[in-house]
């Protein structure tokens, strides 16, 4: 048996494996394509596949098929070749970012013309078959001889090939990135275009190098596209440790802001206290032991003490980060805890605090004390907001979402005012003459720490509603964010 008997020969086998390296490579490109910055490579995807199709009609030429089959295949051909051609076209165009040129659009449409004509029987390609053995190769092409518009048919391919070449040729020239890699793969398909239209034209005898010339024109657009590829992953990484630098430098600035802020918080808010107590003890320094009045200044000193201490724990509260200590626990004994403290610190003769669980909320997995301390925030800002008035607490499983429970706190006060509502949540912001506004900001980083949420929301009526929304199950390794990542 001679090598040209085989079913499958060498240049059979090499057009086949070049037609899935080719159908690969297009869908590669056309994943890239998605990308953005990497729009241009749609275009070059349909090249690639127009060319991997045109190389699947060369694999019958030295296999043993009927003259019909050869004929219909080199038309077929013909056509894949011609649009293979003008999706180069539009690939080099949108590379450029350029409309097209009257070159272009000449050149495409005879070329689409010739590939549209190939489909006629006898205008590009002839009913003669023609019989070329390569001794050196072993193996027999059989060829479906073009006719004299066939041969212009090639020679308008070679010549747009030229165009295409040149002109990446001039881009590599202006340092334009990659452009050499295209440069030689379209070299090497061009000069093995050539080829294969002076041996179908009969004027040598060679082997049809196109299949070889698609390859190394995928190979070194490949190769270009890696390269690229590899830069723009370098950038991006570069970009990462300058974000990350950027972004630290930003924290960075942020708690000393919040430091500064915190400062003049707490150098107004301790002034005012201090300054009071030693009014006060000046006033029982000189005022006599036994004094109506040495009752009513020790009281106003020990008021202004707690001021003091209640606002040294909210600042604590505030400024000390670390790792959740989750227990599964009751919710009633959470709110019924919290309600019982916030009431234990209201004026004399406050209506108290009335606490509802549904039956229906499971025990929940969550840090006791913060998500305690948030609800009596809660409550406290309830109660001072309503003074006389019963804050209501409802805890229910959330309507939208089963893993989720809501605790509402309500009260009965003047409501929150719209332009205040953006900020209500963030440090040192507060409606009220005294304190730090470090309460709900609190109360803020306790929902987040658990992955849940606080807002305020319209109660339909006069007052105030504030949801804080718990998962069911918080992670173990939950922490509660630093003192800036708070601020707005």
Known sequence: MTPHDLAFPVPAVVAIVVTVVGLLFALLTARFSLGPGWRELREYSTAAAFGAAFTATTAVNTMAVTPDTLRLASRVGLLFAALHGAAWFAYSAAQERRAWTRVDRLLVGAGLAVGVAALVPGVIVSDVVSVRPIAWLGVVYRDAVPTPLGAFGFSIYCIALVVLTYRYWRRWRHGVPYAAAHFFGLGALLIAAVNDSLTAAQLYDAPYMLDLGFLTAIGCVGGALTARFVASARSLDEQGHTLRATQAALVQRERLAALGELSAVVAHEVRNPIGIIFNAIAVLRRSPRDSRDADTLLEIVDEEAQRLIAMVNDLLAFASPGRLRITKTSLDAILSG???????????????????????????????????QAVINLITNGMQASPGEVVEVLAELDPEDPTVVRIAVKDRGHGVPAEAIPRLFTPFFTTRPTGTGLGLAIVRRVAEAHGGEVRVVPSGGPGATFWLKLPLETPRHSTISPTADTLS
């Open 338 to 372: 919290a309600a019982e403290a916030a009431h234990a610190s209201a004026p004399p003769g406050s209506p108290g605090v009335h606490v509802h669980v549904s039956p229906a909320v499971p025990p929940v997995e969550c840090d006791e004390q913060l998500v305690r």
